[in-house]
């Protein structure tokens, strides 16, 4: 019954960033609302000046739901991953936000155990994690899939944040809390996700996590290149020196 109570009193601000994801965007959406039918939430979709049409799909998709559940806060050009939260979360009218990707990698269906977990534990933060039991990855090749692996492990090791998955992007955070993270940390790109959450653990906030399974893009091609791994090297640094 409290359980209940709380819930019906939460409502959940969802940022999807955007960049060229006009064939995955319509899907997203659909299943975000099959999946939290007996939740109050909005989806605020931050668009970086996508030429494929993505922001035209969002608009019909605002006709179908109304604009009141799907905000399109768009940006004149891609200005990075970690600004895109910002930009949304001026926004979100909801007292917890989640994060997530539209590319369908992050699949909608865990959204309820997200939810029912900060419910139960009384989370600041719930974050999805491949690397527990129930967790995965399907669609990677094995270098990639040693590459992530690698990559987190480097960062465990280094940085000794507590949690399992540092370089996931499946989030959902009470709004003040994001509100008080995302002011200290400086990274713009997928290096992010990483600090927000080794700030969060630094600052004592209460983490849990959740087993996810991600799947690769189904639509599209993957933005995440040589330069990328460049721009994470540094952060693991950065947040070596820093935190």
Known sequence: MEEQHKKQN?????IVPTYNERLNIAL????????????????IVVDDG????????VKQLQQVYGEDR?????????LGLGTAYIHGMKYASG????????DLSHHPKYLPSFIRKQLQTGADIVTGTRYVKGGGVHGWNLMRKLTSRGANVL???LLWPGVSDLTGSFRLYRKSVLQDTISRC??????????MIVRASRKGYHIEEVPITFVDRVY?????GGSEIVEYLKGLVYLLVTT
């Not at 400086?186 to 600090?195: A, C, D, T």
């Open 220 to 224: 599209g091609s993957s933005k995440l």
């Open 10 to 14: 939460n409502k959940y601000s969802i």
């Open 28 to 43: 997203i959406v659909y299943l975000i609302f099959k999946h939290l039918e007996d939740f109050d939430f909005e989806i």
């Open 95 to 102: 007292n917890f936000v989640v994060i997530m990707d539209a």
């Open 50 to 57: 996508s030429p494929d049409g993505t922001q035209d799909i």
């Open 186 to 195: 400086v990274s713009k790109g997928y290096v992010f996700q990483m600090e």
């Open 155 to 157: 960062a465990q090791t």
């Open 70 to 78: 799907i905000l399109l806060r768009a940006r004149p050009r891609k």
